[in-house]
């Protein structure tokens, strides 16, 4: 059974809507930071980079993959955890400003539409390496690769659940 708890994620904006926030929220002298990713489990390594993304900028604001995207990423597994549920977890942490979804395989388009002034990943990505980098950059902005957090992805907490539960692995999430 379904439970309606009767609460609204106002931190969860359309890239619409998120664009025109962004845009007054610049006009006042914020510092826009924009990252990306898959999100599917929330991890220490996540936190801790997401912490480390705010401290570039004041706003930050975090691009989901949606579920369409995360599958042609990662696979017909993936994602474990589904968008509108990956939204609000990443919407709770207090470091992020906003959420967006994006179905594309990369957010080129949406890091266009939004202009941010930081453009931030982990640190296995090089900052040449950035979808959307020569946007920041042609603007003025800056491009990150924040060091990676060893010992955490959601890979590998994936597969060590599956060395630990053998028959976890044979059914698609």
Aim: contains cysteine.
């Amino acid at each position: 059974m379904l439970v309606d708890y009767g609460f609204t994620m106002p931190k969860v904006l359309t890239p619409s809507t998120l664009r025109r926030r962004l845009e007054r929220l610049r006009r006042a002298g914020m510092r826009i930071v924009f990252t990306n990713g898959c999100f599917d489990l929330i991890h220490p390594g996540h936190v801790r980079y997401l912490r480390a993304a705010k401290r570039l900028g004041d706003v930050l604001v975090v691009a989901l993959n949606s579920d369409s995207s995360v599958r042609r990423l990662k696979g017909p597994g993936r994602p474990l955890v589904a968008q509108g549920d990956r939204c609000e977890v990443v919407a709770a942490l207090e470091m992020v400003d906003y959420v967006t979804v994006f179905s594309a395989d990369t957010p080129y388009e949406l890091i266009q539409a939004l202009a941010p002034d930081v453009l931030v990943k982990g640190g296995d990505w090089k900052p040449d390496q950035i979808v959307g980098a020569d946007l920041v950059r042609a603007r003025g902005g800056t491009v990150r690769s924040l060091p990676f957090v060893r010992g955490y992805s959601t890979s590998t907490l994936v597969r060590k659940a599956e060395r630990r539960n053998p028959a976890a692995g044979s059914t698609s999430t």
